[in-house]
């Protein structure tokens, strides 16, 4: 037969309300009173298969145990719960309480939150009313039914489908329908009541109608922004891959990862003052950051003219690959040239140290310089300088007059004395008896051993001097001058007349005067 819905809806609720009743007589011999401490009055709307000594949670944590079961005159639970934690034992006006399923058997237990979270610093709402004395529950505190739920368990509702529980509720519905079809506000809140779900999810319905247009462009937003996902959605699925793997990696160093938790606090004092500097180090970087985009046009034409740099130096490196094919066999041949280097450097390691050990000792002793000073004087011994300029003390003669001759040759009429005066024939015949000059006479005698004295003496008389040029004056009576003038500030030797010392004689030969 066809039911309208107000009819049906009276039907379910009559099952329900039946249901309540039932499982209130069978508890009613449970009833019994608080044990002391904290404890709180829960009216449900049910409180099937709650019986005393189950267990009280909140969030999981057994935090109390069911005192009693026990029905109100207004046909509902009273279930008294013992709150033995002592940090739970503070319910708040907003507290709310849910029967839920202990086991697979029926078993069910009270599931409790004390109050709603809230933002921090907002003030706490008050405690729960105790009830007076002199009424039902004395000294404990009600907690209405306003704030509790019993869901219908699935067990129950599958049962409907069996025999006979099928045709009781026919039964009941028939038997109860005619009751509560003026009753359909209080179905209604017992329906909500019955699933906390629904009544959490008609508040949400109530926020989603107020904010239909925001959801409205969050659709289209987010159709927009599922696109690219959608388009790689294989690579998406690969980064929740990968994110697991990470995931693993750093469950497996959870305590290193802790450690580093404790130092995060250390770590953000320090970075305070790192950020300051940081934020200076930015201002001071904006002038540069303009300078930049003003240099903007030229780094993008540089850019646009990669291209065509980048095809020459293809080209350029096809061409060097070529040459380096050609010059393979060359560097392959100048292997063994490499190890006779390796070779030659080993040997050379002991003289290279020795001569470093030479250059750094002639540095710090200074040895240049002196090395300097004898080049520099010995140059000066060499030569000598005079009223006419400067002139060679010693000569290499590469003719046939390189080796001494003591007796002249035709092909060698160099001599150092002119001897074509007739004064001085006579008094040089000795000398030139012997093949040499009277001055080198004397020398020899000296050098063999003789005094100045003897050599006079075996040697007597004097060299012819040279006649003068035409329109000059004698060597005797030149005096050697400085370059500039007697006012240079630099002295020569000006050799003396010939006198009757030898050493004098040997002093003007020696200096070639």
């Not at 009270?110 to 109050?115: A, I, Q, R, S, Y």
């Not at 060698?412 to 030139?432: D, E, I, K, P």
């Not at 080198?440 to 050098?447: D, E, F, G, K, M």
């Amino acid at each position: 037969m066809g039911w309208s819905r107000r009819g049906a809806v009276a039907a379910i609720g009559g099952a329900l309300g039946a249901l309540v009743l039932v499982a209130a007589i069978l508890l009613a011999t449970a009833a019994g009173g608080s044990s002391g401490g904290y404890t709180v009055r829960a009216i449900f709307d049910d409180a099937g298969n709650v019986i005393g000594g189950e267990d009280v949670k909140i969030d999981g944590v057994k935090v109390g145990t069911v005192g009693s079961v026990t029905p109100t005159p207004q046909g509902k639970a009273a279930v008294t719960l013992n709150i033995a934690n002592p940090g739970f034992q503070n319910f708040r006006v907003d507290a709310t309480c849910t029967i839920k399923p202990q086991a697979l058997i029926g078993e069910k237990y009270v599931d409790c939150l004390p109050t709603q979270a809230r933002a921090e610093g907002t003030p706490l709402p008050p405690s729960l009313h105790q009830i007076p004395s002199g009424r039902e529950g004395a000294g404990e505190w009600l907690l209405p039914v306003q704030q509790t739920s019993s869901p219908v368990g699935i067990d129950q509702v599958g049962d409907i489908n069996h025999l006979p529980e099928n045709q009781r509720l026919a039964i009941i519905i028939n038997e109860l329908g005619a009751g509560l079809a003026g009753r359909g506000s209080d179905l209604n809140a017992v329906l909500h009541r019955s699933n906390p779900a629904l009544r959490e999810f008609e508040k949400v319905l109530g926020i989603l109608a107020s904010e239909n247009k925001l959801l409205g462009n969050l659709a289209v937003e987010s159709a927009r922004a599922l696109a690219p996902i959608t388009r790689d959605r294989k690579q998406f699925a690969e980064f929740f891959a990968q994110a697991n793997t990470v995931s693993t990696a750093t469950a497996k160093h959870r305590g290193e990862l802790a450690e580093n938790l404790a130092s995060f606090p250390a770590f953000l004092r320090q970075l305070g003052p790192a950020l300051k500097r940081l934020e200076a180090f930015s201002a001071q970087t904006i002038p540069v950051f303009q300078d930049l985009g003003v240099a903007a046009p030229g780094i993008n034409k540089t850019f646009e003219n990669s291209p065509a740099f980048t095809n020459s130096s293809t080209q350029f490196f096809k061409t060097l690959g070529n040459a380096s094919k050609g010059i393979e066999s060359g560097l392959v041949a100048t292997q063994p040239l490499l190890s006779r280097f390796e070779t030659l450097g080993k040997a050379a390691t002991p003289f290279a140290s020795n001569f470093s050990g030479l250059l750094t000792s002639i540095r710090s002793t200074g040895g240049l310089e002196r090395l300097l000073d004898l080049i520099f004087l010995g140059a000066n011994n060499a030569n000598g300088y005079n009223a006419l300029g400067h002139f060679v003390r010693a000569d290499g003669v590469g003719k046939l007059c390189a080796f001494y001759k003591t007796i002249p040759v035709p092909e060698c009429n160099a001599n150092f004395v002119n001897l074509a005066g007739s004064a001085t024939q006579a008094s040089a015949a000795t000398a030139h008896s012997s093949g040499t000059t009277l001055t080198l006479a004397r020398v020899a005698a000296i050098a063999k051993g003789a005094t100045a004295a003897q050599a006079l003496a075996e040697y007597p008389g004097s060299e012819a001097t040279p006649a003068p040029a035409a329109g000059g004056s004698t060597a005797s009576s030149a005096k050697a001058q400085p370059v500039g003038g007697a006012s240079a500030g630099t002295t020569y030797y000006t050799p003396s007349g010939e006198s009757s010392e030898a050493s004098g004689m040997l002093l003007n030969y020696l200096l070639g005067e």
